[in-house]
């Protein structure tokens, strides 16, 4: 099918769980012919978030790359957060004004605009106002977009409620809700009540998800049961990692697992932004100790990598570091997330849930030992432990209200490294993965009948 002359812009809000998928989509967007503009803010939070940026950009030299210049926000409302991609989304959307000129200046001008979740009322006046069609791209679960688009109906009766019930969606335990959603005066709430109830005027919703891993929530969502007049949610996922997010310097740990035994070693990681408490991380070290396992493990000692500057002995201390060594690799750096689950050698995975690494997981069949942190993480989690290829102990608090300790964690390990379901259940998504991506799977359907649709308006 040619479709050289669809024009899809695409812009993304701060960090990498959202850049990420971002970019995956639009990669996929340029299999499928289409002419991609990305639009970004630079300098970005994170590091690897610029250098993500610059080797997309060296991969496909064809596509367009637009900069927004930030403005300062008139005034700094909501000052609940020192979180630096929470100031950022602050900054993007009072820097709206700068948008359309740059938008209607495109050329070919564009068919259809694509909007991170965090940017819906920053975009829709502007897309309405050049007439273009506008799809959300959520970065998170459809489970999570289901409870996102609920929210505003939820909030009256939220400080009264055990569970929270969404029709057609099996009950969240309040106890997942994000945290800052639950205070009255948090800036992640003020863009969810004043987001939410705009996802109806949105043509579709891109979800980074597949059927087999969550029918229950796309069901709902598209039968109209948790919103009325929600548009189409499109499950394409699970997104293929790309070639352009590896990096060469990266290649140690990968060599490491090279002569280690086929499902081995338990990978470690909490994502590109959660950065451990102290006490917790050495916790952490003492429970890889004792689950006897083989391990490789991504230490972060600063939410935003630009920042880290103390060394891993010092993190760990010198004692547990020389404990360590004998059965794993402890690394503080950026790591291929998406080869490391692919090798061989890795047989389980301690994730905090972020979407991206657990859709990561599942395209690779690893199953998933839950330790939610913070936001998005539990109701994720819950995902993954109703699907049967993870396990999740929810008495383990949020990041930061208490100290998991060590031999818990080290049972845990143990006991999903050796857990035959979870690993039966998870090579099952990973087949149902790779079916939904391949020639005339769901996602395949998908993008073929908008491209159709946005080609009428060219
Ligand atoms: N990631 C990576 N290397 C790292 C840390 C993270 O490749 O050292 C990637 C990971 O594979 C995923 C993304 O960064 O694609 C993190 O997104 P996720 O939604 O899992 O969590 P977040 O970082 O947003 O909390
Ligand atoms: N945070 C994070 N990753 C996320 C969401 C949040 O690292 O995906 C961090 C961030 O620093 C944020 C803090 O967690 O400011 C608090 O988020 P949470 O939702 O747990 O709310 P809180 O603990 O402030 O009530």
């Given amino acids: 099918m040619s479709s050289e002359a669809v024009h899809v812009a695409l812009m993304p809000s701060a960090g990498m769980g959202h850049l990420i998928p971002c970019l995956r989509l639009a990669s996929l967007l340029v299999q499928y012919h289409c002419k991609v503009t990305l639009i970004t803010t ?42 630096p991609f929470f100031l950022r989304y602050e900054a993007i959307r009072a820097s709206s004004n700068l948008l359309s000129p740059l938008l209607s200046s495109l050329s070919p001008p ?9 940017l819906i009322s920053l975009l829709l006046p502007i897309t309405h106002g050049l007439g273009l069609p506008n799809y959300i791209l959520f970065t998170s679960s459809a489970a999570m977009f289901s409870f996102f688009s609920h929210f505003p109906t939820l909030v009256p009766s939220l400080p009264e409620l055990d569970d929270v019930k969404i029709p057609g969606i099996s009950p969240i335990p309040i106890s997942s809700i994000p945290h800052m959603l639950l205070l009255p005066n948090t800036i992640f709430r003020k ?4 987001d939410s109830p705009k996802v109806t005027k949105f043509q579709g919703v891109f979800v980074n998800t597949f059927e087999a891993l969550e029918s229950q929530s796309l069901g709902a969502l598209n039968v109209g049961k948790v919103v009325k007049g929600m548009p189409p949610i499109y499950a394409i996922g699970p997104f293929k990692p790309c070639e352009f997010e590896q990096e060469g310097q990266w290649e140690a740990p990968l060599r490491w697992l090279d002569d280690k035994p086929v499902g081995s070693v338990v990978y470690v990681c909490f994502g590109s932004r959660t950065a451990m408490g102290r006490v917790q ?25 630009r920042e880290e500057e103390v060394e891993l002995d010092e993190v760990l201390g010198l004692e547990l570091e020389e404990r360590m060594r004998e059965k794993g690799l402890v690394v503080k750096q950026w790591v291929d997330q998406s080869v490391i689950l692919g090798h061989k050698a890795v047989g389980g995975f301690v994730s905090h849930c972020g979407w991206n690494s657990v859709i990561e997981a599942a395209w690779n069949g690893v199953p998933i030992m839950a330790w939610p942190q913070h936001g998005d993480q539990k109701i994720n989690a819950g995902v993954v432990e109703m699907s049967g290829w993870g396990m999740w102990n929810k008495d383990w608090d949020w990041a930061g209200e208490g100290v998991v300790k060590g031999d818990e ?16 259940k998870a090579s099952q998504l990973k087949e149902a993965g790779r079916k939904a991506t391949s020639v005339g799977g769901d996602c395949e359907v998908a993008l073929k009948k908008l491209i159709q649709e946005w080609k009428k308006n060219v």
């Fill in 42 to 83: 630079l300098p970005t939070v994170s590091l690897a978030e610029e250098q993500l940026i610059s080797r997309f950009h060296s991969t496909f030299p064809q596509l367009n790359q637009i900069h927004l210049q930030l403005q300062k926000p008139s005034s700094p409302s909501h000052n609940s957060t020192t979180d």
């Fill in 110 to 118: 564009l068919s259809a605009f694509v909007t991170d979740v965090f």
């Fill in 409 to 424: 964690i080290g049972e845990a390990i143990k006991e999903m490294m050796k857990n035959e379901s979870l690993k039966i």
């Fill in 281 to 305: 991380i050495r916790e952490v070290g003492e429970g890889l100790v004792r689950s006897g396992c083989r391990f490789l493990w991504v230490v972060k000692d600063k939410v935003v990598d």
């Fill in 191 to 194: 863009i969810v009540m004043e």
